[in-house]
């Protein structure tokens, strides 16, 4: 290179390439001012398929790699025969109360030596960089606009940038090294895995290496990955040694990653790993960074910007990350909110896209061979609360996963309904993995609960309700109907009062005072199978299937046990008044009927509303992190906006750091500490932070129903609803000032809203009347609670709101003001 081209060079990577000349910061930016010292400092990059932890350490690089196929085991299943043998004594034991005696029987009949596979490490790409230890100006960013992280520093006078992204387009990791003067990117790669086969280069600078996941309660390791990190200089020269790739005094280095397994499907382990590597990387390869990067920008925009949210401004918001999520609990900064909020989103488009694997406990991203729970799937809750997010934060496509894992279990669910209870249709209980296991996991106590299926059956209903795509309908109605005849065969008439009953249960991983978890009857239970025979009924009768079928699916529906209200006023949680008002347990499953189902409403069941209300007083509320992104629902849905940000503060607590007050919280990555870190935690509370501003559960779509004092201003665009709208809105004062409705299907759009509004174009708005004819907005037939007569009951004072009723068309827009 002649003296003009270097100093070119030097000019174009000063102007293009140095991030320092950026603001530090951004509204869409998490940001530190040290490298991470640990894995819940590091950040996360996805493309849905392959993950990475990015701690951005100047001399010493470290990129933790997940592949989301890579698990322990095989194919498997966890069926115990023995089960049907012992299924009616197990019944009548807990009819007679003998509870203990029952769950013993489950624990020697019904479980068995197999609980699941776990989710494992790939392994990391190590990059060293000599001489880089002492640094200074140090700044690290994950940029969620553009989902891509950067780090810069300065060594010697010279200003060094790292970017990594996961493309999902081109099916790599990409990590690009620059420096502000010509010459000066002096590095070793290497890889590194705890369950690595081999290790070598091959042609071209790429480091392979190959590894087999772990064998785990007898179960082989099965899954094959072939990993390879292809490494492109521009510039000075590259050597190979000792396994590692060596890069002296070049002006840019490019990483690209690929990750690939022999997974097929959870039956299928038959793909070419080595093949299917390759294939990526040869694919990517021939492209520039600056089109990959491109290319990944455009993908992962298509899902992002359709949500925008502004809750206001705060001069925290120029502090680093770690900082404002120590200090959020006594400093106003709505802005930290809506970076969570957005980072929620960000999280679902890295680790869920079509096609793939749904997000696991902690989504794809896990640095053990021995991840907490195996960092498998826990359907009592902690997946679902995962796609929570996904329909009304406009991100339908990364639903698609757990939908496909819904069609696939019921499918290995069959199985388990014939071995373990002799029944017809598919059922699953509180655990799966890749494998779609379906029978008990982890002993009576957690596993005994056959509940699993049906309520992710809500999930296939509910994208319906959104979408109105009858084609979809008839994809999935074959699954609702076959999770259907399994409660249908497996359902006992209980003796006290003849009802129609799930036995035996439990009400997740909780137990009444002194007693085994084993029931019959949990209110959960019922609320679940409320929800999936009237969703299926539903459903059949719009495509015009099975009368005859659907006819006895509503006596079933009928005799399902009512909600009770009990002693203390509170929800009960079983069939009898067990509840304590001490009982802080995490779990709070009574109250799925109020979110996220809608059988509890203030308009139509004051009642239930209020036990609702005073058994979440009695739970409290700092607990794990999921249970505080559950209470943020439930207290949007209890129409208490300064309690819901009550517990988002409890939740954005920095766990790790010097204020751990014990229980969850959000480590500094901004990612979710049960502890340890659980993924649910983000996305629950990022679903909550929704409801609060709008919700759509109850016959209208009600705007600002659970508006906190702090956020008195802001704007929100892009939530979607049942019947196919979208709707974008300000606020001011507290007070909604413009509304935007797409209508995408037509039909009548009710909203309530806390003032009065008009239409833009001056035409009045018509005030509601009658029922919502919007069949995707019907409300449940609700039977009347059941009251004791002790209970004391508050009244439920409700702020007026208008109601209004917009004939819409297809395709249309409407525009609406706050009425003069
Ligand atoms: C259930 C919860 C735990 C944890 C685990 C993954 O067992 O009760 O809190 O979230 O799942």
């Not at 000599?130 to 891509?148: C, Q, S």
């Not at 099916?171 to 003067?181: E, G, K, N, P, S």
Request: glycine share 8%.
């Amino acid at each position: 290179m002649n003296r003009f081209n270097s100093v070119l060079l030097v000019i174009c990577i000063l102007l293009f390439n140095n991030p320092l000349h950026a603001e530090k910061g951004g509204k869409l930016k998490l940001w530190y001012d040290k490298p991470a010292s640990n894995w819940n400092e590091a950040l996360p990059v996805g493309n849905g398929r392959l993950g990475a932890m990015v701690y951005g350490d100047p001399a010493n690089e470290k990129i933790q790699l997940n592949e989301e196929t890579f698990w322990s085991g095989g194919p498997s299943r966890n069926d115990n025969p023995d089960a049907l043998k012992s299924l009616p004594e197990v019944r009548q034991l807990i009819f007679d109360g003998k509870y203990h005696e029952a769950e013993k029987m489950v624990n020697e009949n019904m479980v068995t030596d197999l609980h699941g596979s776990m989710y494992q490490v790939v392994g990391n790409l190590n990059l060293s960089f000599p001489g880089h230890e002492n640094y200074t100006g140090y700044y690290r960013e994950l940029d969620i606009e553009k989902a891509v992280f950067t780090t810069t520093y300065q060594v010697d006078g010279v200003t060094y940038t790292r970017e990594v992204f996961a493309s999902q387009p081109d099916q790599v990791i990409v990590v690009r090294l620059t420096a502000d003067q010509p010459g000066k990117i002096t590095l070793r790669a290497g890889m590194d895995g705890a369950l690595q086969k081999s290790i070598k280069i091959l042609n071209n600078h790429t480091i392979e290496m190959t590894g087999l996941s772990g064998t785990h309660e007898g179960v082989q390791g099965k899954v094959k990955f072939n990993a390879r990190s292809k490494i492109v200089n521009t510039g000075g020269s590259v050597s190979t040694a000792s396994n590692e790739v060596r890069v002296e005094n070049a002006n840019e280095v490019v990483i690209l990653i690929s990750i690939a397994t022999n997974f097929v499907d959870y039956k299928t382990l038959t793909t070419n790993e080595a093949e299917k590597c390759a294939g990526f990387l040869k694919k990517a390869e021939n492209k520039s960074y600056d089109d990959l990067k491109a290319s990944h920008i455009k993908a992962y925009q298509k899902y992002f910007n359709r949500v925008s949210l502004d809750l206001g401004t705060s001069p925290e918001a120029k502090l680093p990350t770690d900082i404002r999520i120590r200090d959020f609990s006594h400093k106003h900064d709505p802005e930290l909110v809506s970076l969570y909020f957005q980072f929620g989103r960000y999280l679902l488009i890295s680790s869920s896209q079509p096609g793939g694997q749904p997000a696991n406990l902690q989504g794809i991203w896990n640095e053990s061979t021995h991840p907490a729970w195996d960092s498998k799937y826990t359907i009592n809750i902690n997946t679902e609360m995962n796609y929570w997010p996904a329909e009304k934060c406009n991100l339908p496509e990364m639903h698609e996963p757990l939908i496909q894992m819904v069609k696939e279990l019921s499918e290995s669910g069959r199985q388990t309904a014939q071995t373990m209870y002799g029944a017809r249709g598919w059922v699953t209980h509180h655990n799966t993995d890749i494998w779609r296991i379906s029978g008990v996991v982890d002993g009576a106590f957690w596993g005994m609960w056959p509940m699993g299926g049906a309520w992710l059956s809500q999930h296939l209903w509910k994208k319906y309700l959104y979408s109105g795509d009858t084609e979809y309908l008839e994809t999935v109605y074959p699954v609702l109907k076959s999770a259907c005849l399994f409660y249908q065969d497996f359902l006992i008439e209980e003796p006290t009062n003849k009802w129609l009953v799930v036995s035996p249960s439990v009400s997740p991983e909780n137990a009444p005072a002194g007693r085994p978890s084993i029931c019959a009857g949990a209110t959960m239970d019922n609320q679940i199978l409320f929800d999936l025979f009237t969703n299926t009924i539903k459903a059949a009768e719009l495509l015009g299937k099975d009368k005859a079928l659907t006819k006895e699916f509503r006596k079933i529906k009928d005799r399902l046990p009512p909600m009770q209200i009990g002693k203390y006023g509170q929800l009960q949680e079983w069939m009898q008044d067990l509840d304590s008002p001490d009982d802080k347990h995490r779990h709070v499953s009574h109250l799925y009927g109020l979110h996220p189902s809608n059988q509890i409403s203030p308009y139509s069941s004051p009642e239930l509303f209020d036990a609702a209300r005073t058994t979440l007083n009695h739970r409290g509320d700092v607990s794990t992190g999921w249970s505080m992104g559950w209470k943020v629902n439930f207290w949007a849905r209890l129409l208490d906006g300064n309690h819901a940000m009550k517990l988002i503060k409890d939740q954005l607590t920095l766990v790790g750091g010097e204020s751990n007050r014990g229980g969850g919280g959000t480590y500094p990555n901004f990612l979710d500490a049960h502890p340890p870190f659980q993924i649910d935690g983000n996305f629950g509370c990022t679903a909550g932070i929704a409801e609060m501003l709008m919700q759509s559960h109850d016959g209208a779509i009600h705007f600002l129903p659970a508006l906190p004092d702090d956020w008195e201003n802001g704007k929100i665009s892009g939530l979607r609803t049942p019947g196919g709208f979208e709707v974008s809105f300000t606020w001011e004062d507290g007070q909604v000032q413009q509304i935007e409705i797409n209508s995408n299907l037509g039909g009548n759009c009710r909203i309530r809203v806390p003032n009065a509004m008009e239409f833009a174009d001056n035409n009045s708005l018509s005030p509601a009347t009658g029922e919502n004819n919007n069949p995707f907005f019907d409300t449940p037939d609700i039977k009347e609670p059941l009251i004791s007569e002790r209970a004391n009951l508050n009244p439920v004072n409700l702020t007026p709101t208008n109601l209004y009723d917009i004939q819409t068309e297809k395709g249309k827009t409407y525009t609406l003001i706050k009425r003069k």
